[in-house]
């Protein structure tokens, strides 16, 4: 070998070979000495870095090299079928230039009756270095293999070599290209190649220099010349995966929405409904006088609205109206709700203010009440309390319906959630793909906030298309005017 560790024993035999052996029989004729330096990189396994030396001819008995990194060591070569070889592997390619560095080899054939100086520069071969595809999962269809050129492999003997093989080994498609090439698309009889889903691959890029020239030979040899053929062979494979193919088409989920569109999919748990209390009425009594009040309920849950009250008793509500401030907050068919407004009538010397508190269930299907009043009205001071509890709920909670398109590209158009009875959030957003679990990933939201709904882990199949895609599991989290619910898909 050619490593410095071993250059003291290998001069020890080769010194001894020297004096055992006997003088050549016959005229040596060395026709051709070759010098093949591989660089294999990969990500499959280790890389491999191996340096050939050998020599062709005839009566051929022993031989040894002096490398330009150490003139004075004869490294012995071994005899290989009539040829004499030398073989070494290195660990890192710094290794490899130390010892097989640019200059002199000074080869002796036979106990060195013939004798050569081959001046030897190894051509600047650059690793293909593939960037693409990446050592991982990739969606499956046509791929690009991107790489390093090789613009000085562009002598005779040259050459630039892709290829793709299955997890077998068995060559898919291969091509020579040219020294310019960057690129690769594998190609099938009908154009790209299709690379089908959940398959392994390997490709490799190889580039090869090849350079010669003529050498004499001094002392006992045939015609006193020889061929030196150097060859650099620099390469890189990758080994990479398919995944599934991106979903695309319409997605569609209702959760106890009436006459959902076709296809859609359904979930049938009251505990997702939400409650609007936009446009509710509520009829109350503060002291004895008729007080009423209309809501409106935004995205994120805050209570608005107007008051009015008839605190002279004509059955006309003359004070007011007053401005509502509140807030519902709720989850997983539970909701609760505050709201205070403010009565002035400076006729009647009335200034009251009131807050409701509202406790709504689902499961309970009721409607738990706190209203409290302090003030005064002509003089009267008023302060009271009261509860209240209605039964079935006064207040209809409502399914909800999702809908968006899903192109391959992970773009998300026309995305919206519509709420029973028609009320409609436009929503954005993007879908993020893992094509090894062939999962899609979403988190939608409206503009202004307040409504957003987020999709992990859903397993979506789009062969029903033009139909909606239908849903294999996943998990669906929302928040829309202030509640909030999750559920596992099946």
């Not at 009539?82 to 490899?96: K, Q, S």
């Not at 499956?140 to 070599?161: A, K, Q, Y």
């Amino acid at each position: 070998m050619f490593r410095p560790p071993l250059r003291k024993i290998f001069l020890l035999l080769s010194a001894a070979g020297l004096v055992a052996a006997a003088p050549a029989a016959a005229v040596v004729d060395i026709e051709e000495v070759t010098l093949t330096v591989t660089i294999a990189t990969s990500t499959i396994g280790q890389d491999q870095i191996e340096a050939e030396l050998r020599v062709s001819g005839t009566d051929l008995n022993n031989g040894t090299i002096a490398l330009p990194s150490n003139p004075s060591v004869q490294f012995p070569l071994n005899e290989d079928a009539g040829d004499l070889v030398r073989t070494d592997e290195f660990d890192t390619i710094a290794e490899l230039n130390s010892v097989l560095s640019n200059g002199n080899y000074v080869l002796r054939i036979n106990n060195a009756n013939a004798q050569s100086t081959i001046t030897y520069s190894r051509p600047p071969v650059p690793n293909p270095a593939i960037s693409q595809p990446s050592s991982g999962v990739i969606p499956p269809g046509p791929i690009e293999v991107l790489f390093e050129r090789c613009s000085i492999c562009n002598l005779v003997g040259d050459s630039v070599e892709a290829v793709l093989e299955d997890d077998m080994a068995a060559v898919i498609d291969q091509e020579t290209l040219t020294s310019g090439s960057e690129s690769w698309i594998p190609q099938d009889i009908g154009g790209d190649l299709e690379l089908p889903e959940q398959s392994s691959f390997v490709v490799r890029v190889t580039h090869t220099a090849v350079r010669q020239a003529n050498f004499v030979v001094a002392g006992d040899d045939d015609d006193n010349q020889l061929l030196f053929t150097s060859t650099t062979v620099q390469s890189d494979e990758v080994d990479f995966a398919t995944g599934f193919a991106p979903p695309s088409g319409r997605f569609c989920l209702a959760a106890n929405f009436p006459a959902p569109p076709a296809g859609c999919e359904t979930l049938a748990d009251p505990l997702l409904q939400i409650f609007d209390l936009t446009g509710t009425v509520v009829m109350t009594e503060v002291a004895g006088h008729d007080v009423d009040y209309t809501l409106t309920h935004d995205a994120g849950g805050n209570l608005g609205g107007s008051a009015t009250a008839d605190l002279d008793d004509a059955g006309i509500n003359e004070t007011g109206p007053a401005p509502i401030k509140g807030k519902l907050k709720g989850s997983d068919g539970e909701a609760a709700s505050k709201l205070s407004f403010s009565l002035v009538n400076e006729g009647l010397f009335a200034k009251l203010k009131v807050s409701v508190a509202d406790e709504l269930s689902i499961p309970g299907d009721v409607l738990n009440r706190s209203q409290r009043a302090s003030g005064s009205i002509n003089g009267m001071k008023i302060k009271e309390d009261t509860t209240s509890s209605d039964s079935p709920l006064p207040v209809a909670p409502l399914g909800w319906l999702l809908e968006y398109d899903l192109a391959a590209d992970g773009a998300v158009s026309n995305a919206e959630l519509t709420l029973e009875g028609g009320r409609s959030f436009a929503l954005s957003g993007s879908n993020k793909f893992n094509i090894a679990a062939n999962e899609s990933s979403l988190k939608l939201s409206s503009d202004p906030k307040g409504v957003s709904v987020t999709l992990k882990g859903l397993v979506l199949d789009d062969s029903s298309d033009p139909m909606p895609m239908s849903i294999d599991g996943g998990d669906v989290s929302y928040r829309a005017l202030g509640q909030s619910g999750r559920v596992t898909l099946p």
